[in-house]
């Protein structure tokens, strides 16, 4: 890694800079001010789907970060806008009132898409029959993410997204296309975001598969780091991809790797 020089970030939020919504992880403050200070172009990368990037940006300010703007944050529900402002979609939204105030929908036409999010409390039996007859129509199926779990606020494993998204897929007989990671249409356009290529850049985040092993898939260099989901038995699994390790964030810039930060 002598020759290598990162020219690009994507830093995952839950379970690597913050525990919870906005409780600093050990060290990450430090961490990231020395990003700022390093003039590298980052993005925090995010399969959030519960809340817009305004909120996400509020509280990440709260915990003592230096967010400039949203624009710094990328999450799932972004790449599902540019794909149905591109392709003209009117889409069916499986996401929070709060997260669907973002993206143009037009409920007095059929819709020709579904993006499926967190939904929360707000999923009803309703929505999931609408979804169901819009895909089973024919309907472009958009999932934000099929994550298997997150951490949650009291710290236990909660069962994510995916949950929803495999039953739908299930019952249509069909397959979504996953916008989040590890998914090449996310990073892709993290890297358009930033202006560099995948070689590049590196992420680091507390998910083997979503986080790490997504970016390396698409040519990303990756650390994983002890904190959040971490579980032991990935340590060996992130070697054997030639994936570095670190105890968190903070020491993760120590990383040959991101010597030059």
Not at 108 to 125: F, H, I, K, M
Not at 203 to 223: C, K, N, R, T, W
């Amino acid at each position: 890694m002598a020759d290598f020089q990162c020219n690009g970030l994507l830093i995952d939020i839950s379970g690597v800079v913050v525990e919870g919504k906005d409780r600093p992880i050990d060290g990450s403050l430090e961490a990231m001010a020395r990003i700022e200070q390093s003039g590298v172009p980052y993005l925090f990368a995010t399969n959030t789907t519960s809340r817009p990037r305004t909120e996400i940006a509020r509280e990440l300010r709260s915990a003592g970060f230096a967010v400039s703007s949203e624009s710094r944050i990328l999450t799932p529900f972004q790449v599902a806008q540019t794909i149905c402002a591109d392709k003209g979609l009117n889409p069916l939204c499986l996401v929070r009132k709060s997260v669907a105030a973002e993206i143009d929908t037009d409920p007095g036409r059929p819709y020709n898409a579904v993006v499926v999010g967190d939904l929360g409390d707000e999923l009803t039996s309703h929505l999931l029959e609408e979804a169901f007859e819009a895909i089973h129509n024919g309907a472009v199926f958009l999932a934000l993410a099929k994550n298997r779990d997150y951490v949650g606020p009291s710290g236990k494993l909660i069962p994510d997204m995916g949950l929803v998204v495999a039953g739908l897929e299930y019952s249509t007989n069909s397959e979504a296309t996953i916008l989040g990671k590890p998914n090449a249409l996310f990073f892709d356009a993290a890297l358009k975001l930033m202006g560099v290529v995948a070689g590049e850049c590196v992420m680091i985040g507390d998910d083997l598969e979503a986080d790490v092993i997504g970016a390396v898939s698409q040519g990303m260099h990756a650390v994983l780091v002890e904190t959040g989901k971490f579980r032991a038995e990935w340590a060996a699994k992130a070697g054997e991809y030639g994936i570095a390790v670190a105890p968190n964030l903070k020491h993760a810039l120590d990383l040959p790797l991101l010597s030059g930060l």
